[in-house]
């Protein structure tokens, strides 16, 4: 077997030492939520899923989706705050540091850090394995629409709490019926993480994903570590208070299947050698 390059037989161990640097800085937004700990949190959780992607699908790839999340994910941003598209009109505030337009920096790297999680959780629970099992437009879109909707499932007590606690924005309509959500914001959501990931799937479709470096079962984890720990701290600092009984049964469903997907999967023989 030729020597594997560098870079690419360290990506599991750089993945691994990203999500315990994302675990402390998140335990320590609990007792002082800053803006500099939740910027610092989350450019660590982009790039351990960069670097998770990477390991998983190949370095181009993995490229391949960090663009088409981030871009998309910034464009859809861009409209929401300027024009009201996707998710109804609101204005973010200083909270969540440098800007790109009206549009936080950190956003669009938060598209893809969730995106990836949902895809690699959507896989697992349809396929038992962290990639597609078939490929085809009927597959791609109804397995896009499954991991829009888990993404969606962490937005439910995620954007409570930044509008409530953080202020990190704020919404021109609070008389949604979803702690001052609106059903627009609802559309927005699974429609925006869709196109992400469908346009993922479809951009790589004649590509042969292939991991950069042998992919053992338990690199898998990384991804369903950092959705987990987003349900925790939602159970645990959810605001409104409500969001803490919610956000188990609506991020822990998919996360659960998702464990039970891995727990059937039969990683390639040669994968740890």
């Given amino acids: 077997m030729p020597t594997l390059p560098h870079f690419a037989s360290r990506l599991p161990v750089l993945s691994y030492v990203l999500l315990a640097v994302y675990l402390?800085?998140?335990a320590v937004r609990t007792h002082n939520d800053t803006t500099i700990a939740l910027v610092i949190a989350s450019v660590v959780m982009f790039a351990c899923c960069w670097a998770s992607a990477t390991h998983l699908?190949?370095?181009r790839p993995a490229l391949q989706f960090v663009l088409i999340a981030v871009s998309f994910g910034w464009f859809a941003e861009q409209m929401g705050s300027s024009r009201g598209w996707f998710f109804g009109q609101y204005t973010y505030t200083e909270v969540l540091g440098p800007r790109l337009g009206d549009v936080p920096l950190v956003i669009p790297l938060m598209?893809?850090?969730l995106t990836y999680a949902g895809y690699v959780i959507c896989n697992l629970i349809v396929w038992q394995s962290a990639v597609d099992g078939a490929?085809?437009?009927g597959n791609a879109a109804m397995l896009s629409f499954l991991a829009a909707m888990i993404v969606t499932a962490f937005d439910l007590g995620a954007d409570p709490y930044m509008v409530y606690t953080l202020k990190a924005w704020i919404m021109t309509k609070t008389d949604g019926a979803w702690f001052g959500e609106t059903?627009?914001?609802f559309f927005g959501w699974?429609?925006?993480s869709f196109v992400i990931i469908f346009v993922f799937r479809m951009s790589v479709r004649k590509l042969a994903l292939q991991p950069s470096s042998p992919f053992l079962r338990h690199h898998a984890l990384v991804p369903l570590a950092l959705y987990g720990s987003n349900m925790v701290f939602q159970?645990?600092?959810g605001n409104p208070v409500e969001i803490r009984s919610i956000a188990p049964f609506a991020m822990g469903i998919p996360l659960l299947c998702a464990l039970a997907g891995y727990q059937r999967w039969a990683a390639p023989a040669k994968a740890s050698v």
């Fill in 24 to 26: 402390v800085i998140l």
């Fill in 57 to 59: 699908l190949g370095a």
């Fill in 111 to 113: 598209w893809f850090s």
């Fill in 135 to 137: 490929r085809g437009l």
């Fill in 183 to 185: 059903v627009q914001g």
């Fill in 190 to 192: 699974v429609f925006v």
């Fill in 235 to 237: 159970m645990i600092l």
